[in-house]
């Protein structure tokens, strides 16, 4: 399968950051306008509050290639509060304390932290896109 997905693997990286961002986003939206969903909204000065705020900018950030790094980080680290606050106290599975989506982004957004951005993003355009691929590295 590398032979064969292996040349897009930067393509399918900006996919996979493109997405992540826009879904986690969302999650924000949902919190702080109600939308996509019911219509309700947390109180904004309020811990969901913050992680609706979160939520909301550093899923841009993620989407648009912006700060990539630090804003994956932030993220992954609200997942990770998310996580042992909310779930884990309820039960250590996460298939059954339903934080598998928390715990899933908090390791998305840590790896995407290590990486960058990569291409097609705002920090790639400005020079900043994170360290270079191995298969597309200059050693000379």
């Known amino acids: ?34 939308w996509p969903g019911d219509g309700s909204t947390v109180e904004l000065a309020s811990l969901m509050g913050l992680a609706g705020i979160i939520e909301l900018v550093a899923g841009l950030m993620i989407a648009f290639g912006l700060l990539t790094g630090w804003a994956a980080f932030i993220a992954s680290g609200e997942m990770a509060v998310a996580f042992f606050m909310a779930h884990f106290p309820e039960h250590w599975n996460p298939l059954i304390n339903k934080g598998e989506l928390a715990l899933l982004y908090c390791f998305l957004f840590l790896y995407m ?28």
């Open 113 to 140: 932290a290590s990486r960058g951005a990569g291409i097609w993003s705002i920090d790639a355009a400005m020079g900043r896109g994170g360290r270079a691929d191995k298969r597309t590295a200059s050693y000379t």
């Open 1 to 34: 399968m590398e032979r064969f997905l292996g040349p897009y693997s930067p393509h399918l990286y900006a996919i996979l950051r493109i997405v992540a961002g826009l879904m986690f986003a969302m999650h924000g939206t949902q919190k702080l306008f109600g």
